[in-house]
């Protein structure tokens, strides 16, 4: 369930909505409807100069690439048997079966218009809101408590490095990629071939690295680029029977956090990130329940995602429209 600021006063859904002309000017809508409605942080205006909310206030509107890699994902197949119990002690098994064909960009942008970069949360009519851990837990299964995922950035002679010895691929192979990657980052399409490769030669702990990698890299972790990811993550795939100790789901509303904070700027026109995240930690949008769902499965699979997706000034409206009774 989201969170909302407790600080900010309580409305029924049948509450009477009330402002003084000095709100309304400070307020100006979308269509009329009111972007947002009760009290918001002028500071936002003033501190944030490039915020997306700034050029929508004004009657404009931006267009923004969803960057999802649905296609890369279903592209690695389904993991090897012999490699199976390897993704599934990870943690990382149910990305697997997560997969979004069709994003809803107008409700995933609306809520992004919203986001405000230095609190984390979005701004609504019934106070701030934000995705949370349970949020994660709840959608995906993944595992929010245990350690942090914690690397940085590495060289080219370091990403050599660590690509030989976990990956077992010999120093010109690498070399030859590093340098087509232009350094600390691998192709997408590279370690699919990596994969098959290794499959054949039944190298199970490189085909599992290069699998897992492949998964993060599509998915918690995919980037603007959309085709390739960074060879530091590699690092968490070490000891891969431990592999699980990590707090995945942490580590994923971390990145999404970072990657909304971008994209709520008005000259940033792509959104990475998974976003099934956002799409469905409320519910808002036009969705249809999955009959083969079953309770003890992720909250992210009950739905069926077709190519419909919500008009962003259909959303506008049912965000200004927010009660606390609708929310929670």
Same mark, same amino acid.
Do not use: K, M
């Given at each position: 369930m989201v969170r909302t600021r407790e600080n @900010?006063?309580?409305?029924? /859904?049948?509450?009477?909505?009330?402002?003084?002309?000095?709100?309304k000017e400070q307020r100006i809508g979308h269509d009329g409807a009111g972007f947002p409605d009760g009290p918001f942080d002028t500071s936002l205006l003033t501190q944030y100069q490039d915020h997306v909310a700034r050029i929508i206030w004004k009657g404009q509107d931006r267009v923004v690439k969803l960057v999802f890699h649905i296609k890369k994902v279903k592209n690695s197949g389904r993991p090897h048997p012999s490699v199976l119990p390897f993704v599934v002690s990870s943690g990382l098994s149910p990305l697997c079966n997560i997969l979004y064909e069709y994003p809803n960009t107008g409700l995933i942008l609306g809520f992004v218009e919203r986001w405000h970069p230095e609190t984390n949360t979005f701004h609504l009519p019934i106070g701030e809101m934000t995705i949370s851990l349970?949020?994660?837990?709840?959608?995906?299964?993944?595992?929010? @408590?245990?350690?942090?995922? /914690?690397?940085e950035n590495l060289e080219y002679e370091d990403s050599l490095e660590i690509m030989m010895t976990l990956l077992g691929v010999d120093r010109a192979m690498t070399s030859n990629e590093l340098n087509q990657s232009r350094g600390g980052q691998v192709r997408l399409s590279w370690?699919?071939?990596?994969?098959?490769?290794?499959?054949?030669?039944?190298?199970?702990?490189?085909?599992?690295?290069?699998?897992?990698?492949?998964?993060v890299g599509s998915t918690i972790f995919a980037n603007k680029s959309a085709t390739y990811v960074r060879t530091h993550y590699l690092e968490l795939f070490r000891d891969l029977p431990t592999c699980r100790r990590y707090a995945w789901g942490v580590a994923a509303l971390v990145y999404l956090y970072e990657q909304l904070g971008d994209a709520s700027f008005a000259n940033t026109k792509q959104l990475p990130g998974y976003l099934p995240l956002l799409q469905h930690f409320l519910a808002l949008g036009r969705k249809q329940l999955r009959d083969t769902y079953v309770e003890i499965e992720p909250h992210a699979r009950r739905y069926v995602t077709g190519r419909a997706t919500s008009a962003i000034a259909d959303v506008r409206v049912q965000l200004d429209a927010l009660t606390y009774d609708g929310v929670i």
């Open positions: @900010i006063s309580r409305r029924g /859904s049948h509450d009477a909505r009330q402002s003084s002309a000095h709100d349970y949020d994660v837990w709840s959608l995906l299964h993944l595992p929010i @408590i245990g350690e942090f995922c /914690s690397t370690l699919r071939n990596l994969y098959r490769s290794c499959c054949d030669n039944e190298l199970w702990e490189f085909v599992a690295r290069a699998y897992l990698l492949h998964l």
